[in-house]
């Protein structure tokens, strides 16, 4: 045993690290976990965005929140379309591309701003631009080419194209109508009436009996006779 020992020597020990090493061993070991925190905290935040917005659309009032975020994103895109068409580089390039479209040139470096220039009005319309006139006279050389190149740009112009030579359908006049008033039955009185109407049954008068005319006669003579006495 004792010559076991000494052929094979004493057990390997490693080196005890102090607590200095060990720290920086672990930070050595943890660096790719703490520089991937601050993606996954993005990440998790970029989610739990969406996750809400998803659970907005389920919502009662989902047509409200999308008409309200739609309104949103237009106002924003109509203000940057706003400040980038009064700078003095869009400026620039609305110069450049008036004497390009003037010279008839073919090679000219790409526009800048075309996410703005290519959004239309509320009528369908593309803002007026010399960069889009010259866009415009660059298709028209080759149509089918040009759409190829450019699958984006090609199709907004044809929609640009048709809203402006297609002719409003005309209504015809309204012409107001006379209103119909109906004739009216007139009501017939019941009863006798001048020039007509419905006879009403005649109530019988009684005549004077003889016997009262009589006596009518009687005292009317004695009531003269008796006048004429006191006369007298």
């Not at 068409?85 to 800048?112: H, I, K, W």
């Not at 030579?165 to 006049?173: H, K």
């Not at 004739?183 to 007509?196: N, R, Y």
């Amino acid at each position: 045993m004792e010559t076991f020992r000494k052929l094979i020597g004493r057990p390997y020990r490693p080196p005890r690290l102090d607590r200095r090493a060990l720290a920086a061993l672990l930070v050595v070991a943890l660096a790719p976990a703490i520089a991937e925190a601050g993606p996954l905290r993005v990440r998790a935040r970029a989610i739990a965005e969406r996750v809400a917005a998803q659970r907005a659309l389920l919502g009662a009032d989902a047509g409200t929140t999308l008409a309200r975020q739609a309104a949103a994103q237009d106002g924003a895109v109509r203000l940057r379309q706003a400040s980038i068409l009064d700078s003095e580089a869009f400026r620039r390039q609305e110069a450049f591309y008036a004497q390009a479209l003037q010279a008839g040139m073919t090679r000219v470096p790409r526009p800048q701003f075309l996410d703005l220039l290519l959004v239309p009005d509320a009528s369908g319309l593309l803002p007026e631009s010399a960069t889009i006139d010259y866009l415009r006279f660059r298709r028209g050389l080759n149509q089918a080419r040009f759409d190829r190149v450019h699958p984006f740009i090609g199709p907004i112009l044809e929609r640009d194209r048709i809203v402006r030579t297609q002719v409003p359908i005309p209504l015809p006049p309204v012409v107001p109508e006379i209103p119909t008033i109906p004739p009216v039955t007139p009501q017939i009185p019941e009863g006798p009436i001048l020039g007509g109407g419905k006879p009403s049954p005649q109530v019988p008068v009684p005549e004077p009996s003889t016997l009262a005319v009589w006596v009518a006669l009687g005292l009317g003579g004695a009531f003269a006779l008796q006048r004429r006495r006191a006369s007298a």
